[in-house]
T-cell receptor
Framework: AQSVAQPEDQVNVAEGNPLTVKCTYSVSGNPYLFWYVQYPNRGLQFLLKYITGDNLVKGSYGFEAEFNKSQTSFHLKKPSALVSDSALYFCAVRVPNDYKLSFGAGTTVTVRA | GAVVSQHPSWVICKSGTSVKIECRSLDFQATTMFWYRQFPKQSLMLMATSNEGSKATYEQGVEKDKFLINHASLTLSTLTVTSAHPEDSSFYIC??????????FGPGTRLLVL
């Protein structure tokens, strides 16, 4: 079975400060890891993914994430947060031979001006 | 690229009626599409996996006769909520699998059953 944990329900940061959203996962085998963002009353927007290769992956809107196999983590980061980054963020995992995604519970990010 | 649309974006219907929601991959073909349901401030719950040209695979606890799924082409999947009741009110989101790797999501459909 595969699962994802997002230990923080909410993350609050000031605009211009670094933003980190935490994610840990549990899978049998090699993970495919994803981050999505959801704005109110909208679907999920794809931010970035780790499939293989470099542990540091860069995605949309200045976000990046680092795959850490030993810690089974895939934390999302942005060096300088914007008010417009305020949204709900989901981490998700799957394994290569199964298309189903397992989602974390989500983390609400609030960036104050 | 990788745009997925849903129609309608919101719908209000009377109890007992049926509602059809369309999910289209606009710039890629998707052998597999997924239907999710999301309650306020919660994560996504997978309802079913839709494969082009074959029957959908439903998750445990999802009534297949109530939530009819058709994936007639590589760019279109439909979800029909039959005999809708107020408890079916929710936010329904579809996704399309691109390249057997990444799911791209539609904007969602808000269903309110009166």
């Amino acid at each position: 079975a595969q699962s994802v944990a997002q230990p923080e329900d909410q993350v609050n940061v000031a605009e211009g400060n670094p933003l980190t959203v935490k994610c840990t996962y549990s899978v049998s085998g090699n993970p495919y890891l994803f981050w999505y963002v959801q704005y109110p009353n909208r679907g999920l927007q794809f931010l970035l993914k780790y499939i293989t290769g470099d542990n540091l992956v860069k995605g949309s809107y200045g976000f990046e994430a680092e795959f850490n196999k030993s810690q089974t983590s895939f934390h999302l980061k942005k060096p300088s947060a914007l008010v417009s980054d305020s949204a709900l963020y989901f981490c998700a995992v799957r394994v290569p031979n199964d298309y189903k995604l397992s989602f974390g519970a989500g983390t609400t990010v609030t960036v104050r001006a | 690229g990788a745009v997925v649309s849903q129609h309608p974006s919101w719908v209000i219907c009377k109890s007992g009626t049926s509602v059809k929601i369309e999910c289209r991959s606009l710039d890629f073909q998707a052998t597999t599409m997924f239907w999710y349901r999301q309650f306020p401030k919660q994560s996504l719950m997978l309802m079913a996996t839709s494969n082009e040209g074959s029957k959908a695979t439903y998750e445990q606890g999802v009534e297949k006769d109530k939530f009819l799924i058709n994936h007639a082409s590589l760019t279109l999947s439909t979800l029909t909520v039959t005999s809708a009741h107020p408890e079916d009110s929710s936010f329904y989101i579809c996704s399309a699998d691109r390249g057997r790797e990444t799911q791209y999501f539609g904007p969602g459909t808000r269903l309110l059953v009166l």
